[in-house]
T-cell receptor, first 111, second 115 residues
Framework: GESVGLHLPTLSVQEGDNSIINCAYSNSASDYFIWYKQESGKGPQFIIDIRSNMDKRQGQRVTVLLNKTVKHLSLQIAATQPGDSAVYFCAERSNNNDMRFGAGTRLTVKP | GAVVSQHPSRVICKSGTSVKIECRSLDFQATTMFWYRQFPKQSLMLMATSNEGSKATYEQGVEKDKFLINHASLTLSTLTVTSAHPEDSSFYIC???????????FGEGSRLTVL
């Protein structure tokens, strides 16, 4: 069936470096995507979203890029900080208007 | 921002008992709420879509008689795990969407441990 997946399950970066987390999706009909951050024992926290009519959106220290041609989504975090350590999920809104999550990437920031 | 509250945050029960988890949208009305399940080190798996005033829509493989969902008002949805067994131990998370907006707001999750 349709699915959302991630290329890398873990990512380790040095504090201050930029982080890039990738996500591949397969449902070409998806029209809305969100990146979530989840810390241990907590619910997902919204980071940034993007609609399918856009290819880039910037927030505070974060940028989401959408490439519909290859069905690829990425999250860029600038000047990564220890507080950014968490699991990051991409999610897509499907035809039924529900959100489905990818496998997740654990980001570890080394001091 | 919109707040979704879940209760209880942690629950431990004996095998065979039923457990109810509440999901409330505190400052907005949610015609639709979603229930997810998350096993350790895994992603969130959509269990069902809860619609106010009507029956929930369950994902394939999710037993509707096992996981009873009630969405009695625009601010409350409940998930009842009936006759719980150790394999039902998991992190259950609800979410709700603002009408007209795509973003989902998530509760803090409820960790169920079945002994």
């Amino acid at each position: 069936g349709e699915s959302v997946g991630l290329h890398l399950p873990t990512l380790s970066v040095q504090e201050g470096d930029n982080s890039i987390i990738n996500c591949a999706y397969s449902n070409s009909a998806s029209d809305y995507f969100i990146w979530y951050k989840q810390e241990s024992g907590k619910g997902p926290q919204f980071i940034i979203d993007i609609r399918s009519n856009m290819d880039k959106r910037q927030g505070q220290r974060v940028t989401v890029l959408l490439n519909k041609t290859v069905k690829h989504l990425s999250l860029q975090i600038a000047a990564t900080q220890p507080g950014d350590s968490a699991v990051y999920f991409c999610a897509e809104r499907s035809n039924n208007n529900d959100m489905r999550f990818g496998a997740g990437t654990r980001l570890t920031v080394k001091p | 921002g919109a707040v979704v509250s879940q209760h209880p945050s942690r629950v431990i029960c004996k095998s065979g008992t039923s457990v109810k988890i509440e999901c409330r949208s505190l400052d907005f009305q949610a015609t639709t709420m979603f229930w997810y399940r998350q096993f350790p080190k895994q992603s969130l798996m959509l269990m069902a879509t809860s619609n106010e005033g009507s029956k929930a829509t369950y994902e394939q493989g999710v037993e509707k008689d096992k996981f009873l969902i009630n969405h009695a008002s625009l601010t409350l949805s409940t998930l009842t795990v009936t006759s719980a067994h150790p394999e039902d131990s998991s992190f259950y998370i609800c979410s709700a969407a603002l009408a007209g907006a795509g973003e989902l707001f998530f509760g803090e999750g409820s960790r169920l441990t079945v002994l």
